[in-house]
C-alpha cells in the first residue's frame, strides 16, 4: 500500500425538513398531510417532551452540533452526504406519498454549516413535492455552489457523477442512484423527457455491471469512486445476498467504495478485497426524536464516518467513526455507555474487520483484518 491517504466524511440521511426546518431563522409552513400529524411543529414538541426545549429559533448550525467540530479536526478531502428532503416552499405534496419533507430554501445556511461536497439526491423524498419540487431543490442548491448527484433534469443529468478535485490533481467521483426497496417510486425515475432521480430497479448483476461501465468510462488513475446507493429497509440487519452481491460487483467493476443508506440505523459494514461496503450508514440528521415503536435500534445514536483509504489504490487503511446522539434535535458525543453499545454492534453487523478499537478520544476505529 502506498504512503498518502484520502480521507472521506460519509453519513446517513440528512433530513433538515418538516420539524428541523421549523427551529431554524426561517421556518416554511408547518402544515403536513400525514395521518396523525398536521403540523410540523409538533416533531419539535415530541424531542422537547423526551429531552428537554429546544431554542426556536436555533442557529443555522445548531442541528449538526459536536458534529462541526470533528469535521473540522478530521478536514476530510470529500465530504458526501444524503440530502434527504426537498428544498422548496411549493406546495404541490406528492399524491402517493405518505410522508412529505420540505425546507424553506431560505434555511440552506445550515446545510452549507457542514460544508458538504456532494449531496446525493438518488432517494424517496427529494420528490415530496413533485418536479416543481425537485427543481426547485436543484436551483437552491446550485444556487449555494453546492454539488449534487444521483437527481437532474433528466436521465442524463441524473446519471452523471459529482466529481470533487482534491489534492495532486486527484478526484472524488461520487455515483448516486437509488432503488425501490427504499420506497423511490418507480415514477420518479429520471427520463430523457423527464426531470428525476437515477432509478435503479434492483440489485441485480446486470444493474452491477451497468454502474461498474459508467464508473471506468469516467475513472482515471488516481480517482476514488464513491457509488452511493438508496435501499434497503428502514428496520433490520438482514442483508440480502442480491444486495451482497451487487456491492461487491461494484467493487469488482472499479468502484472503490460503496456508500449505502436509508435504514434509520446502522447496517452491516464489509472489508471486502481492500474495498469497503457500508450496506446502511443510519440516519444523520431529522425530527425523529420522540417518535417510538423501534427503541432496540437505537436511533437515537449517529454514526459520522471517516474513512480513510490509500490515495492510489482506493484500498481501505481505516474507518475512523465519531459517535453521535441526537438530543433536543443537535448532535452531541455519546456517552461511554453508548460507544460501548455501538462498538459491540459494529462488532456484529461488520465482516472482514479486526476488533472494534476505542480512541482515547471516544472514536472508533476498524481496520481490515
Not at 443510519?282 to 490509500?310: M, Q, S, W
Request: proline share 6%; charged share 20%.
Amino acid at each position: 500500500m502506498g504512503g498518502d491517504l484520502l480521507t472521506l466524511f460519509l453519513c446517513g440521511d440528512v433530513m433538515l425538513g418538516r420539524g428541523v426546518d421549523q427551529i431554524l431563522p426561517h421556518p416554511g409552513d408547518p402544515a403536513l398531510r400525514e395521518g396523525y400529524i398536521r403540523d410540523a411543529r409538533a416533531y419539535v414538541e415530541l424531542a422537547a417532551a423526551l429531552n428537554g426545549p429546544v431554542p426556536c429559533p436555533a442557529g443555522f448550525s445548531w442541528p449538526w452540533g459536536d458534529a462541526l467540530e470533528v469535521l473540522d479536526e478530521a478536514a476530510p478531502a470529500a465530504r458526501v452526504l444524503n440530502l434527504e428532503t426537498s428544498i422548496t416552499q411549493y406546495a404541490g405534496f406528492a399524491p402517493e406519498k405518505e410522508i412529505h419533507y420540505r425546507m424553506n430554501p431560505a434555511n440552506l445556511p445550515c446545510l452549507a454549516a457542514a460544508r458538504p461536497d456532494v449531496c446525493v439526491l438518488a432517494n424517496n423524498h427529494v420528490l415530496d413535492f413533485g418536479r416543481q419540487g425537485l427543481a426547485d431543490t436543484l436551483g437552491a442548491l446550485a444556487g449555494a455552489g453546492l454539488q449534487t448527484a444521483g437527481a437532474g433534469a433528466d436521465s442524463d443529468a441524473a446519471r452523471h457523477p459529482a466529481i470533487v478535485s482534491v489534492a495532486e490533481g486527484r478526484r472524488v467521483l461520487v455515483f448516486s442512484f437509488g432503488m425501490p426497496s427504499s420506497g423511490i417510486p418507480r415514477a420518479w425515475a429520471a427520463a430523457g423527457d423527464r426531470s428525476g432521480v437515477d432509478f435503479v430497479a434492483g440489485p441485480s448483476p446486470a444493474a452491477a455491471d451497468e454502474i461498474s461501465g459508467r464508473v471506468r468510462q469516467v475513472k482515471r488513475p488516481g480517482d476514488i469512486a464513491v457509488a452511493s446507493v438508496h435501499w434497503g429497509s428502514n428496520w433490520g440487519y438482514h442483508v440480502s445476498r442480491s444486495e451482497d452481491a451487487f456491492a461487491r460487483g461494484l467493487l469488482d467493476g472499479g468502484v472503490d467504495v460503496v456508500h449505502g443508506h436509508s435504514s434509520h440505523h446502522p447496517r452491516a459494514l464489509e472489508a471486502y478485497r481492500g474495498k469497503l461496503v457500508i450496506h446502511g450508514c443510519g440516519d444523520f440528521i431529522d425530527d425523529y426524536e420522540g417518535i417510538t415503536g423501534y427503541e432496540a435500534y437505537r436511533d437515537d445514536l449517529r454514526l459520522l464516518f471517516l474513512v480513510a483509504l490509500d490515495a492510489d489504490t482506493g484500498r481501505l487503511h481505516d474507518i475512523r467513526i465519531a459517535p453521535l446522539q441526537a438530543r433536543r434535535m443537535r448532535l452531541r458525543h455519546a456517552s461511554r455507555q453508548d460507544t460501548r453499545w455501538l462498538k459491540a454492534l459494529l462488532d456484529r453487523i461488520g465482516s472482514g474487520f479486526r476488533p472494534c478499537a476505542t480512541e482515547p478520544d471516544g472514536a472508533l476505529v476498524l481496520r481490515p483484518s
